[in-house]
């Protein structure tokens, strides 16, 4: 742990926002694995990116390719893991970017470390429940891990034999099983419409 170290300031957050002519936020993605949270991330930063609004995805998957490939799926990793892609977020956020992260993030606790993390910072951090009922994901099931794990051949995995901690108050929920892809997208843009995050 480093300790002579000091924060070095420069612009304010909302100098900065000023300047950049954009709000900052982070769009925290959770749900079960094949509930959709990558397909819809992906649609919504495109949709954002054509309206000229900067947004950025760190897709769990992506930043296991990089930032953290040092990381495997012990408890200790699972959470490191996400304590790097949420203060990754937040540097997103304060540089008023949208940061769109996408990863089951299955516990209730890491969710919440997330939101004070962003909370301290006075930056908007906004969970986005992405349902799916177990059989429609199982179903789906794009990459071939529900069937690797009932084979027993992938252990821990989040709805089979590890359990996920739905949000008890998301600020966004979206129904997979029954909303297209652009009317979950849609319904995201109108919630930062109204929290005048994007005009
Ligand atoms: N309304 C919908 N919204 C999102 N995805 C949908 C929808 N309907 C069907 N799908 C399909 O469901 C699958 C969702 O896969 P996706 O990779 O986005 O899930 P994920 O939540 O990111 O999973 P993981 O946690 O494993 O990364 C895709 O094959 C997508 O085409
Ligand atoms: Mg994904």
Redesign the pocket.
Known sequence: MATNITWHHNLTHEERSKLVKQNGATLWFT?L????????ACALERKLLETNIQSYRLD??NVRFGLNKDLGFTEHDRNENIRRISEVAKLFADSCVIALT???SPYKKDRDEARKLHNESNLPFIEVY?DVPLSVAEE?D??G?YKKARQGLIKNFTGIDDPYEAPEKPEIHIN?HE???EE?VDTIIEYLKKEKIIN
Not at 33 to 38: D, M, N, R, T, V
Request: net charge positive.
């Open positions: 749900g694995s094949a509930s959709g949270k990558s397909t819809i769990g998957d996408s990863f089951i992405v789906r794009p990459k891990l997979t909303q297209s892809v979950c």
